[in-house]
């Protein structure tokens, strides 16, 4: 291991990244909301009034579904920007897998 630690093992550009995350995570989390709520209205144009529990399903499911993909897709941006990916990939050289050296 080198004496200068990278990507999230620097407590600086970790601290840095995960408040980035964060900050993605809370505009994500209003846009799943407004994904639900746009679902609502869709579903009560097309099909009438909607019961609460509807309601609630319909906000749950869609707007759970939004921000858990963008929950995952942010931790992967996270930790492939750090460069943590790739000093876990050089710490094991005996690792098999598909290599970048190899055509």
Request: proline share 7%; glycine share 12%; net charge neutral.
């Amino acid at each position: 291991m080198s004496e200068h630690p990278s990507g999230l093992d620097n407590p600086e550009q970790a601290a840095f990244a995960w408040r980035r995350y964060r900050r993605l995570l809370g505009w994500m989390t209003l846009f799943s909301l407004f994904c639900g709520l746009a679902a609502v209205f869709g579903l009560q144009h097309f099909y009438g009034p909607l019961s609460w529990i509807a309601i609630l399903a319909a906000i749950g499911g869609i707007g759970g579904s939004v921000l858990m993909a963008s929950a995952l897709m942010g931790l992967v941006f996270l930790s492939s920007g750090t460069g943590h990916d790739e000093a876990v990939d050089a710490r094991d050289p005996e690792k098999p897998g598909p290599r970048h050296d190899r055509p």
